[in-house]
């Protein structure tokens, strides 16, 4: 059976058996706590991730409140802004349920490169995509109304809007959680 | 003498010779003129862009309102999120200046990429250096009030104060522009 790494990357380029074998042995795959912190404002990102079970937030910690930007699940790589710039972090990275996660260092990266080259196009594409998913991420915080947000994410991703607190989700839209409260009574009627 | 897209490049690889003259023949550079459309609501993208000279926005028409997302000057690559998807694109792109462009198709690029092997890592580092400036965009978009929206501008990229109308710039600050007068009167005390 295929890991979920190899069948996230054999959406975009039809893997050899060799390249599989090399990449089922590359991952660092390891477990965190709900609550765990991944990253934190200030420290420079030495890791990236793909998840493979669970849920991560990344929130601003703003005069003592929360301002949630981002929620990554099952089948989402995470490359923090720090690990590219190379500067410390602004924001926060942090399991908001037991996680499975396959961590990436440049050092491990370089090396699959080394043994995959075939690799490098293949980044170029996935980072393409992430670039595509973040413009369009932003175009609708700017563009849509509250409501139109909250129900742009119910038909996105209707997942996260039962296994996410509301007050987080409130965050992310950019709403009080009261008025969150409002939106989802209105619809429902 | 190098040309722009040489320069652009170096900053990530040392390039030889043969490469710099592969590139160099390589480039599709056409001029366009202030008001030009180079990509249209509902037209899906067959090329992405590099400005040489000029400057790009890209804006959404929301019942005949502008709502502009971004500005792209000189050395900033542009990949439309429709080049990406193939779906068709939801928003506009245009010269706010007359510009000269460097354009690429997704074959142009195969054959360069045929041609430069290792351009193939550059790629997926150029990406993620855009996915890491647009993570930043939003985090500051809906982190900033508009008034350190607007300073955050001053000191990122004063020069589109400079160049682009201040109605455009309010659009991009998500405020009206007496919004914006007020801010900039105020700041000047």
């Known amino acids: 059976m295929n890991s979920p790494i190899v069948n996230f990357l054999s959406k975009y380029i039809e893997l050899t058996n060799e390249e599989i074998n090399i990449l089922a042995n590359q991952n660092f795959i390891q477990s965190f706590k709900k609550g765990t912190i991944l990253l ?13 079970k669970g849920c991560v937030s990344s929130y601003y910690l703003i005069e003592g409140n929360v ?6 699940t099952e089948q989402q ?3 923090p802004v720090s690990y590219t710039t190379k500067k410390p972090s602004k924001y926060y990275l942090e399991c908001l349920e037991d ?6 260092t440049s ?6 490169l080394r043994k995959v080259p075939r690799l490098a196009s293949l ?4 980072f393409e995509d992430q670039l595509a998913n973040e413009r ?5 915080f700017i563009k849509l109304s509250p409501e139109e947000r909250y129900q742009n994410l119910q038909k996105t991703r209707p997942d996260l809007l039962n296994r996410i607190p509301q007050y987080l989700i409130a965050s992310y839209l950019g709403i009080k959680p009261e008025s ?9 009627k």
Chains 1, 2 share one sequence.
């Open 77 to 79: 790589p995470i490359t």
């Open 40 to 52: 934190s404002e200030g420290k420079i990102a030495i890791e990236c991730y793909f998840i493979l």
């Open 136 to 140: 369009m991420k932003y175009d609708d």
């Open 180 to 188: 969150l409260s409002r939106i989802r009574k209105r619809l429902n």
């Open 123 to 126: 980044g170029a594409t996935m």
């Open 99 to 104: 996680c499975i996660i396959s961590i990436g």
């Open 107 to 112: 050092e491990s990266n370089a090396e699959l």
């Open 67 to 72: 301002k949630v930007t981002g929620f990554y």
